[in-house]
T-cell receptor, first 112, second 114 residues
C-alpha cells in the first residue's frame, strides 16, 4: 500500500517531442503528489506538484495530469529540450505525514 | 546561500570503519531527513527528525545512528561499514507549515566502501 509505481524506467525523446512519465499509487491517504527532477551529481529538486482536488496543473512546459479514480498521475514535458535530460521521480505524501514515498525514477534523455 | 549542505561530498573508506556525514539547513525548517540512493537511483527514506525528535525510523541496520543536536542539523553516523553501504546519501529538510512536506535536498555524499 505504500508503493508508488513509476514507468518507464528510461525514456529517449527527440528534441521538441513530448515526454510522458506515468505513476500509480494504492494508498488513498496520499494527498500531495510532487515530481522531482535530479541532474547527475545533484540532489533532487521539486519540479511541480499537485493535490487530488484538481485534475491538471501546468507550469510552463511541464504538466501534471491526475486521475483520482484510477489512482494514477503523469508528467508531460512539452517541447522537450536536451537540458531536460535528467532523472525524474514521482512521489506521494499522506495527509499530515512526513513520509514521502518516491517512485523508482525515470531516466530521460532528450536527443538534440 | 546554500539551503541544505552536507559534508563531505565524497567519502571513501574501508570495510569495518566508522564514519559520519554532517548535514545543516538554513531554511528554518522543522523536519530533516536522511535518504539513501542506490546505484539504480532508487531513493529510500532512512530517518526523519521533527524538532530534534525522531519520527521516522525505517528498517535500517542498527549500525546507522542519526543525531540531531538542534533543528538545523542532522548528522548520520555509520559503524562497521559494509560493502553494501556504498551509495549516495542525501540529507533533506521540509517546510511543514504548508502541509506539502516539499523536500529540499542537499547535494549528496557519495560513500564508497572498499
Amino acid at each position: 500500500q505504500q508503493q508508488v509505481k513509476q514507468s518507464p524506467q528510461s525514456l529517449i525523446v527527440q528534441k521538441g517531442g513530448i515526454s510522458i512519465i506515468n505513476c500509480a499509487y494504492e494508498n488513498t491517504a496520499f494527498d500531495y503528489f510532487p515530481w522531482y527532477q535530479q541532474f547527475p551529481g545533484k540532489g533532487p529538486a521539486l519540479l511541480i506538484a499537485i493535490r487530488p482536488d484538481v485534475s491538471e496543473k501546468k507550469e510552463g512546459r511541464f504538466t501534471i495530469s491526475f486521475n483520482k479514480s484510477a489512482k494514477q498521475f503523469s508528467l508531460h514535458i512539452m517541447d522537450s529540450q536536451p537540458g531536460d535530460s535528467a532523472t525524474y521521480f514521482c512521489a506521494a505524501s499522506p495527509t499530515g505525514g512526513f513520509k514521502t514515498i518516491f517512485g523508482a525514477g525515470t531516466r530521460l534523455f532528450v536527443k538534440a | 546561500d546554500t539551503a541544505v549542505s552536507q559534508t563531505p561530498k565524497y567519502l571513501v573508506t574501508q570495510m569495518g570503519n566508522d564514519k559520519s556525514i554532517k548535514c545543516e539547513q538554513n531554511l528554518g525548517h522543522d523536519t530533516m531527513y536522511w535518504y539513501k540512493q542506490d546505484s539504480k537511483k532508487f531513493l529510500k527514506i532512512m530517518f526523519s527528525y521533527n524538532n530534534k525528535e525522531l519520527i521516522i525510523n525505517e528498517t535500517v541496520p542498527n549500525r546507522f545512528s542519526p543525531k540531531s543536536p538542534d533543528k538545523a542539523h542532522l548528522n548520520l553516523h555509520i559503524n562497521s561499514l559494509e560493502l553494501g553501504d556504498s551509495a549516495v546519501y542525501f540529507c533533506a529538510s521540509s517546510n511543514d507549515r504548508d502541509f506539502t512536506y516539499e523536500q529540499y535536498f542537499g547535494p549528496g555524499t557519495r560513500l564508497t566502501v572498499t
